[in-house]
């Protein structure tokens, strides 16, 4: 088993930035990759940021350019980095994790970008 938490949500202006963690703990060894996906009420969960173990990562068109997401092996733990956020990014952000197979997730973490 994995756990996963989420921190660095919140509330931010228009063209403000946040930082998102996701700290992984339990079995973490054979993780092959973490990311963040978000959700609106409604919609489906969407891919915002994946890297996997050497490294490689892959973003989405939405938010290419605005985001970078970046790992710290030794401390298990995956960051977002959310620049020039807009309106449209408001969501619930989830962290991701694979392992063998098997997806785990977070609890979630609230993004609100207010204008």
């Known amino acids: 088993q994995v756990q996963l938490v989420e921190s660095g949500g919140g509330l931010v202006q228009t063209g403000g930035s946040l930082r998102l963690s996701c700290a992984a703990s339990g079995s973490v060894s054979g993780i092959n990759g973490m990311g963040w996906y978000r959700q609106t009420p409604g919609n489906q969960r969407d891919l915002v940021a994946f890297?996997?173990?050497?490294?490689?990562?892959n973003l989405p068109d939405s938010v290419k350019g605005r985001f970078t997401i970046s790992r710290d092996s030794a401390k298990n733990t995956v960051y977002l980095r959310m620049n020039d956020l807009k309106a449209e990014d408001t969501a619930v952000y989830y962290c991701n994790a694979h392992r063998r197979g098997l997806e785990y997730w977070g609890q979630g973490t609230q993004v609100t970008v207010s204008s």
């Open positions: 890297i996997d173990r050497i490294g490689t990562t």
